[in-house]
């Protein structure tokens, strides 16, 4: 079993910067993928980012140029740095870590942009 526990959401202004962390316990060894997702209300659940082990990232359309993910594997913690903001990111932030059999969530973390 794995437990994901995020930090650093909050009520930041349009054009500022805000970063999420996500620190893994428990059967951390399996876990080959960590990242986020974000759930807007009255939207479905979507991809934002991704790292492998090996450090390889991915991120959707909307966040690239802005948002960056990093991974700290001594500390099982991922990191998602939020620059130039916009009111369309508001969302619930998710966690997110995959093994090659299941896959686990965080509790999430409310990240919300005011114009």
């Known amino acids: 079993q794995v437990q994901l526990v995020e930090s650093g959401g909050g009520l930041v202004q349009a054009g500022g910067s805000l970063r999420l962390s996500c620190a893994a316990s428990?059967?951390?060894?399996?876990?080959?993928?960590m990242g986020w997702y974000r759930q807007a209300p009255g939207k479905q659940r979507e991809f934002v980012s991704t790292?492998?082990?090996?450090?390889?990232?991915d991120y959707a359309d909307s966040v690239k140029g802005r948002f960056t993910i990093s991974r700290d594997n001594a500390k099982n913690t991922v990191y998602l740095q939020m620059s130039s903001l916009k009111p369309e990111d508001t969302a619930v932030y998710y966690c997110?870590?995959?093994?090659?059999?299941?896959?686990?969530w965080g509790q999430g973390t409310q990240v919300t942009v005011s114009s």
């Open positions: 428990g059967s951390v060894f399996r876990i080959n993928v």
């Open positions: 997110h870590a995959r093994e090659p059999v299941t896959y686990y």
């Open positions: 790292i492998n082990s090996a450090g390889s990232t």
